[in-house]
Each structure stands twice: as structure tokens, then as C-alpha cells.
């Protein structure tokens, strides 16, 4: 059970002066209880390649595959697909509308036909899922902090239960703390089975928290690999407009001075190899 | 999936041409003068002549022909109305009739002419934003109006709203496409069911966007206040407006031909 997506191309208004090409021979497979984050800097086809994963665009060169299922422009696997892969979008406080959370929550699961009864079970957990307060399901998403709007958000694509959930640019605008919490819900779901994909432009909780790591650059593949090959890879050649880890590039300044440093983006690894070395 | 295209017809497409170069006041009045000529079009030979000067024109400003042909796209359903309208309700000799269905000769020649001008209208008249940046188009309109100022006409105000109301056309349809994608991903439907049905589904689009636009409108409010923005009086223009002889020539030029057209209309009739 994965999603394989395989030489994936895709160009924005083809025939007309604005032609650009976004995403150019795109490869991996993501399977369930894994996670993925995908890392490029602003414009190099991260978000249209999210997009891709549940059908909203459907491939115009190379495929998409869920659980088996090819994603088309149309066709009757396309609910089922969209079901099964959860999609946050970025800056998803935006897309609210409801009178209460509750019924924000409630709104994917009653358009995919969960029977009414199973509904507020599911609202309940995806709440809790998402860090959200049972007090606030009575409240209106309008009247909720900027933080706890976008736990709603998260907690309304939860409550239809998917297999794998995409995240673009969750952490946009979050400040630290509330940045790791997010991350420690995405570390909890994976254990729970699900695949996920998280679309960032921050190395840091690219390299730290996920299994894999596709950089993009300019809709091509820059790097695809575990954290520590990635890494590697970038310290090499390094992507523009992707700022490395600082623990990343402090240990790499060390070692172009000469100081024995790791390969590394976690602070305490560097700071032992440092000690020993001093000693 | 892309609801919004954004090449929608009609936006302005950058080129060098000379109908580009030219000062969007030359061009608002010259394209008034050729709707005028195109209302007044009664001969074949006449409606020829225009279909010559709208590919003359189509040249010049090195624009597709594709694009140029397209905006009229929008107009085609109320074009075939209208000569649908005339085909069945023009008085004369009846060529067909079906019970209390008239078609006549004088109705299938009407509605010809009906849905042509029409379509040359809405051509020529898209030259004017294919040609030209909306800015320009706005600064071009507060110049023509601002003559009428000094009876209290609230020329720069107008310009003012119609620049920002341009401004922020594509940033909602991108908005609006945003939302649609993130409701879809969501289960929401905007092509299934009935009519009502289909209304509904757009619940979920329509509140999210009204509060993006207001909260949009007073964020632009604050900046401009900040910028200490305070109407028109004494400002002046990052690119001002230039007339130059080409100008002076199409504002000659188009209009003779023009008013010979509608001459040779009137003495062929």
C-alpha cells in the first residue's frame, strides 16, 4: 500500500506566452506509516507536486499511483483517491466557513457519506488528533486564535480518516513551540500508519522528523534520500534559496576550517563530537 | 485542475507592437469612434471591410489570432440569442413556417447582421485590453475625465477604485481557486447533484472568500493611509502618459476611415 509516483511533469497555461514548467521527471514511492518531506524554496513545484498526490491536478506527463489506483482528470477512482490521501493546504485558516468548529470538523466526513452516527466519534477524535480543546467545538472557527484555526483546519481533513495526509507549508507563520507540537502530531500519526508528506521550506524539521527527504529545485530533483544523505548531498551542492539547518552549517564551517565536525543537523551530536575532540 | 484559467480572454498580452506604443487616452477615443462606425453597419460589403481592418488590426499588434478571436467567446451565447431572437420575430415574406413559426428572408439577414456586429464590437473593443495595461487604461480614463473635475466629477477617485478593483482580479480568482481545490480535497463537489445542489456547494467558497476580501480591503486601506495616500491633488505619476505624433495620426486616421465605411454604407443602402 504506497503512493508511487513515477517521472511526473507538469507545465502551468501550455501553448500561451506564460508558459512555465513546474515539476520536470519527479520519482518515489511513499509508503503508509512512513513520511516524506518534500523541501524547496519558494516556486521550485513543491505545492503543484502536494496537488498531485490526491487528484486536485491530474499528471500530464509520467503517473501517480494510490494504492494502485492511477490518478486521472476524471474517472471513478478519483473520490476514492481524495478520500484516502488527506490534503492541508497552505494557509488552511483560510478555507473555514463553518458556524461552529463542530460542524467544520463534521464537513469532509458527511461529503465522503460517513453514516451520522459514526460522526461525532470521528469529529471528537480528529479534534483531539489535532491538539484542539473540547470546549472549543461549540465556538465559531471565526472567533478561535490564529494558531487554533489552523489546528481546525488540520483536525476538518483528520476527521475523514485518510491513509496519508499532505501537508503544504504547515508550520508558515507558527512559532517555535507550536511548530514542534505540530511535528510531534505528524511523529504520532506515522506511528499510527499513516503516510505522510510534508511540503516545507525548513530543512531543520525536514531532516529531523522525516524518514525521506525530496529536495526540489526549479521542479527537478535536487536530492532524494534519507536525512543524512540528503544532507550530504546539499553540503555538496548547495540548492539556492535553501538555507541549510544552523547546527548544519555552523558543523560544516568547521570542518572547511580544518575541526574534525559530523555530518549532522542534530546540536547535540555536534556538540559531543565537539567535546571529544577538545579533549 | 484549474478553474480559473488565467489567461482569460480579453487580459493584456505583452508585446512590441505599435498598437502596444500607443497612448491609452488615443486609444480609449479611437476605439469609441470604431463601435460607433460597427453600430452603424448595415452592407455586406461594409461588415467585409471591418472583418479586413480587425485582421489589419490583429497584425499590427502581433497578437495571435487564436486569442484575439477568443474573447468573443463570452458573447457567442447572447449573439446567437439575439439573431435566434431576430431569425423568429422579423416581419416580411415567410420562407418557412411551421404552424405559428415564421422564419422570413428579412429575418435571416437581420439576425446575420445582429450577431455579426455584435461579435466585431466585442472584438474590437477587447483590443483595448488585449493592447493595454490596466494601469494605463486607468490613467488614460482619469485624463480623458479629468476635464469633467471641476464640476465635482470624482475623476481620480473613479480611477483610483477601477486600478485596484483591476489590481485584485487575479488575486481572487487565484483566491477563489485555492479554496475550491482545498474544499474538494475536503469532499466538497461543485458538479454533481442538481441545481440547488450545486448552489450549496459553493457555500463553503463563497464565506471563506468574503473574508479574505475584507480582510484584504482593510489591509490596503491601512497601507495606503500609511503611505500617507490622500487622493489626488498634487501627484504625480511613476510613468506619465505621452502623447507622440503616432498618436495624433491614429486620431486622424481612424476616424476617416471610419466615416468613409459609414458613407459607403449609407450610398450603397
Given amino acids: 500500500m504506497s503512493i508511487i509516483v513515477k517521472n511526473l511533469g507538469h507545465v502551468y497555461h501550455p501553448g500561451t506566452p506564460l508558459e512555465t514548467r513546474s515539476l520536470c521527471d519527479i520519482s518515489f514511492e511513499l509508503e503508509r506509516g512512513t513520511w516524506l518531506s518534500v523541501a524547496g524554496h519558494t516556486g521550485s513545484g513543491k505545492s503543484t507536486l502536494g496537488q498531485h498526490l490526491n487528484g486536485i491536478i491530474a499528471p500530464m506527463e509520467g503517473t501517480v499511483t494510490v494504492d494502485g ?35 467544520e470538523i463534521a464537513f469532509a466526513p458527511r461529503n465522503w457519506g460517513t453514516p451520522e452516527e459514526e460522526i461525532d466519534a470521528r469529529v471528537k477524535e480528529a479534534a483531539r488528533a489535532a491538539g484542539l480543546d473540547e470546549s472549543r467545538l461549540t465556538r465559531s472557527p471565526f472567533q478561535l486564535s490564529g494558531g487554533e484555526k489552523r489546528k481546525v483546519a488540520i483536525a476538518s481533513v483528520l476527521s475523514s480518516k485518510p491513509d496519508y495526509l499532505v501537508l503544504d507549508e504547515p508550520t508558515a507563520g507558527l512559532d517555535s513551540f507550536s511548530r514542534r507540537e505540530l511535528a510531534d502530531l505528524l511523529a504520532g500519526l506515522k506511528e499510527g500508519g499513516m503516510g505522510i508528506v510534508l511540503i516545507t521550506h525548513d530543512l531543520d524539521i525536514a531532516l529531523s522528523r522525516s524518514d525521506a527527504v525530496l529536495v526540489l529545485d526549479g521542479g527537478r530533483e535536487a536530492a532524494l534520500g534519507t536525512p543524512a544523505e540528503v544532507l550530504a548531498r546539499l553540503e555538496e551542492n548547495p540548492v539556492p534559496g535553501l538555507r541549510l539547518p544552523d547546527v548544519a552549517a555552523l558543523s560544516l564551517l568547521l570542518r572547511q576550517r580544518g575541526r574534525k565536525a559530523p555530518v549532522t543537523w542534530d546540536w547535540r551530536e555536534l556538540k559531543n563530537a565537539l567535546f571529544r575532540s577538545s579533549k | 485542475m484549474k478553474f480559473f484559467n488565467h489567461m482569460t480572454f480579453g487580459q493584456y498580452v505583452p508585446a512590441e507592437s505599435p498598437v502596444h506604443g500607443l497612448d491609452p487616452r488615443c486609444k480609449i477615443l479611437v476605439v469609441l469612434v470604431i463601435l460607433t462606425g460597427i453600430f452603424m453597419a448595415k452592407h455586406p460589403a461594409v461588415f467585409a471591410a471591418w472583418g479586413v481592418l480587425l485582421a489589419g488590426l490583429t497584425l499590427a499588434a502581433r497578437l495571435p489570432t487564436k486569442l484575439v478571436l477568443g474573447s468573443a467567446k463570452p458573447v457567442l451565447i447572447l449573439a446567437l ?66 476635464p469633467f473635475a471641476r464640476f465635482g466629477f470624482p475623476a481620480h477617485e473613479l480611477a483610483m477604485m477601477m486600478t485596484i478593483a483591476l489590481r485584485f482580479i487575479p488575486t481572487l480568482l487565484d483566491e477563489t481557486d485555492r479554496i475550491m481545490k482545498a474544499q474538494l480535497a475536503r469532499g466538497a463537489s461543485f458538479d454533481r ?77
Fill in chain 1, 69 to 103: 489506483m492511477a490518478v486521472k482528470e476524471k474517472g471513478p477512482d478519483l473520490r476514492e483517491i481524495r478520500a484516502r490521501v488527506g490534503l492541508v493546504f497552505q494557509y488552511p485558516e483560510q478555507q473555514l466557513f463553518a458556524e461552529t468548529v463542530y460542524e
Fill in chain 2, 81 to 146: 440569442f439575439t439573431a435566434s431572437i431576430h431569425i423568429f420575430f422579423t416581419k416580411g415574406e415567410p420562407l418557412f413556417s411551421l404552424g405559428i413559426i415564421n422564419i422570413t428572408s428579412e429575418g435571416l439577414v437581420l439576425a446575420l447582421y445582429m450577431g455579426l456586429r455584435l461579435i466585431f464590437l466585442v472584438l474590437f473593443a477587447s483590443f483595448l485590453t488585449l493592447t493595454t495595461r490596466p494601469m494605463e487604461l486607468a490613467d488614460g480614463l482619469e485624463r480623458l475625465f479629468s
Fill in chain 2, 193 to 269: 447533484g442538481g441545481l440547488w445542489k450545486r448552489l450549496k456547494a459553493f457555500i463553503p467558497v463563497l464565506i471563506p472568500l468574503f473574508v479574505i476580501v475584507f480582510q484584504r480591503a482593510e489591509d490596503l486601506a491601512v497601507a495606503m493611509e500609511a503611505r500617507n495616500y490622500r487622493g489626488g491633488a498634487g501627484r504625480t505619476r511613476m510613468n506619465p502618459l505621452r502623447w507622440r505624433g503616432a498618436d495624433t495620426a491614429a486620431l486622424i486616421l481612424v476616424p476617416l476611415a471610419v466615416f468613409i465605411l459609414v458613407y459607403a454604407d449609407r450610398s450603397l443602402a
